[in-house]
């Protein structure tokens, strides 16, 4: 990825990640050969985990080599699994606003920790400027970054815990009705 910028100038970004996912149900004999439609599962990842980077003036103009998330590998990589990855612009201001939140949902509770307090940003009652209201009002240039992983792709052998068997009648709950898992929908992501 390149990144265009003026020497001595700095750029601040906040990358955010979806996962979304294909769930096929159990395919059960039926006399009328009905398939189960497949469920697409989006996910974000924990709102606790973004990230942050700035790119000094005097740095180089390519971002590469960052790792915006991790995910182990389980059921949910049975299917094609993709990463969508948000690349937001931010000004300076937006991200000591966004550090400062990082920070705060990022403390573990050590008596050497700041304690959690509101992140004061740009947004205010107009009416009473005493009153404290939460959050940061900002225009950002949003880019996406797609990757796909098919089981083949992946270190492990898919589980196919879905996979209907003549020997087997315990399934788990999302195999019976895949719209059981949050963030579950029919609705097929027009990039699948």
Same mark, same amino acid.
């Given at each position: 990825?390149?990144?265009?910028?003026?020497?001595?100038? /700095?750029?601040?970004?906040?990358?955010?990640?979806?996962?979304?996912?294909?769930?096929?149900?159990?395919?059960? *004999?039926? *006399?009328?050969?009905?398939?189960?439609?497949?469920?697409?599962? /989006?996910?974000?990842?924990? /709102?606790?985990?973004?990230?942050?980077?700035? @790119?000094? %003036?005097?740095?180089?103009?390519?971002?590469? %080599?960052?790792? @915006?998330?991790?995910?182990?590998?389980?059921?949910?990589?049975?299917?094609?699994?993709?990463?969508?990855?948000?690349?937001?612009?931010?000004?300076?201001? +937006?991200?000591?606003?966004?550090?400062?939140?990082?920070?705060?949902?990022?403390?573990?509770?050590?008596?050497?920790?700041?304690?959690?307090? *509101?992140?004061? +940003?740009?947004?205010?009652? @107009?009416?009473?400027?005493?009153?404290?209201?939460? %959050?940061?009002?900002?225009?950002?240039? !949003?880019?996406?970054?797609?990757?796909?992983?098919?089981? /083949?792709?992946?270190? !492990? !052998? *898919?589980?196919?815990?879905?996979?209907?068997?003549?020997?087997?009648?315990?399934?788990?709950?999302?195999?019976?009705?895949?719209?059981?898992?949050? %963030?579950?929908?029919?609705?097929?992501?027009?990039?699948?």
């Amino acid at each position: 990825m390149s990144v265009e910028q003026q020497a001595g100038q /700095s750029s601040f970004f906040r990358f955010d990640v979806e996962e979304v996912y294909r769930l096929s149900p159990t395919d059960f *004999p039926d *006399p009328f050969g009905a398939i189960p439609p497949p469920c697409y599962i /989006s996910e974000y990842s924990n /709102s606790r985990d973004f990230l942050l980077t700035d @790119v000094k %003036g005097n740095q180089t103009n390519k971002l590469q %080599g960052l790792k @915006v998330a991790t995910q182990i590998m389980n059921w949910r990589f049975d299917e094609i699994h993709y990463f969508n990855v948000y690349l937001q612009s931010l000004t300076e201001d +937006g991200y000591t606003y966004w550090s400062q939140v990082h920070q705060t949902i990022s403390n573990i509770g050590t008596i050497f920790d700041a304690p959690p307090a *509101p992140v004061k +940003g740009n947004i205010f009652n @107009v009416n009473d400027q005493e009153e404290q209201v939460l %959050g940061y009002f900002g225009a950002v240039t !949003r880019d996406t970054l797609r990757n796909f992983l098919n089981p /083949s792709d992946t270190p !492990r !052998r *898919p589980l196919f815990d879905c996979a209907f068997s003549f020997f087997s009648n315990d399934y788990p709950m999302r195999c019976l009705d895949c719209l059981s898992v949050p %963030g579950s929908s029919y609705q097929r992501p027009d990039y699948f």
